[in-house]
């Protein structure tokens, strides 16, 4: 068997296909999705990434908005910006793009921000949210995972998801996620004893390791699912995942490829998560 591909740039383009056409009715109606993306630092790889972001805002008609600080900037000083934003009617979404230098603390800064424009979903209310299943702004690559499988027709209920790795923006979340819709999830992560017996037992198996090919076809179970979550750079430049793609797409009845797969639906849902904060801010207007 070889396994079918799950491409992602394609389910994202579909999707941001249609997010523009909701946009262009959201705009009819006064409303004009806003995203405020902040990047202290000059970080090349953040710098690429809050890029990106802001580009895929304007091609689905996103007012998006990159704020770039210098390096020595005080959180005190992001902290009024973040504030700043919090009371703008026309900003919807802020993010703050992680990882940000030693003198500025990642959780203060999350924290600063409101929930009800936490589009990345990290602010522990939205975390929060999530686990109990209300409504919430989701993290953005856990999101995009869930959505992939979906759109390709792969039942969850009663599965069991294996997740590697227990990172707070992948791991975890993703795990949950799929709880949420009725799996049985299971974590494995760097100090778990026979994990490839874990392994072998998923029906779905979600590997967001950050290791190079750390998962071949011993750890994977005929007919499996695999997403690989892993954006790991080559000798030659290339970008690979943490699965060792030539052995398990042999194995595996789904897989996700890198790149092309995991890696372009993560922009998409947060620019998803952007016009529902929009429409949420809109709905609830005047309700107060
Ligand atoms: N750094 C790496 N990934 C992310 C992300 O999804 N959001 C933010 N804010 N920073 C990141």
């Given at each position: 068997m070889v396994a079918e591909l799950i491409k992602g740039n394609e389910i994202a383009q579909a999707k941001r296909d249609e997010m523009k056409d909701e946009v262009a009715r959201l705009k009819e109606e006064g409303v004009i999705p806003g995203l405020v993306v902040i990047l202290v630092g000059n970080d090349p790889a953040s710098l690429s990434y809050v890029r990106g972001k802001t580009k895929a805002c304007k091609q689905v008609g996103i007012n998006g908005k990159l704020i770039e600080l210098p390096e020595e900037t005080s959180e005190e000083k992001l902290l009024e910006l973040i504030d700043h934003y919090n009371q703008d009617?026309?900003?919807?979404g802020i993010l703050v793009q992680l990882p940000?230098?030693?003198?500025?603390?990642d959780t203060a800064i999350i924290e600063a921000i409101s929930p009800e424009k936490d589009v990345d979903g990290f602010h522990p209310i939205n975390i929060g949210r999530m686990m109990t299943g209300q409504r919430a702004f989701l993290p953005c690559t856990p999101f995009g995972i869930i959505e992939m499988v979906k759109m390709k027709g792969i039942p969850i209920e009663g599965k069991h998801v294996v997740v590697i790795g227990r990172s707070n923006i992948v791991g975890k979340p993703v795990g949950q996620l799929f709880l949420n819709e009725n799996a049985t999830v299971t974590y494995c992560h760097s100090?778990?004893?026979?994990m490839k017996e874990i392994t072998k037992q998923a029906d779905i198996l979600v590997v967001a390791?950050?290791?190079?090919?750390?998962?071949?076809?011993?750890f994977v179970k005929p007919g499996a699912v695999v997403i690989d979550v892993g954006i790991n750079r080559k000798d030659d430049g290339k970008l690979t995942g943490d699965v060792n793609f030539e052995e398990v797409e042999q194995v595996a009845s789904y897989l996700t490829p890198?790149?092309?797969?995991?890696g372009p639906m993560t922009i998409t849902m947060l620019l998803q998560n952007t016009i529902q904060s929009a429409k949420w801010s809109h709905q609830t207007e005047g309700v107060h």
């Open positions: 009617e026309t900003c919807h940000l230098p030693d003198h500025i603390s100090r778990t004893a026979n390791v950050g290791k190079m090919h750390f998962v071949g076809k011993e890198v790149p092309k797969g995991v």
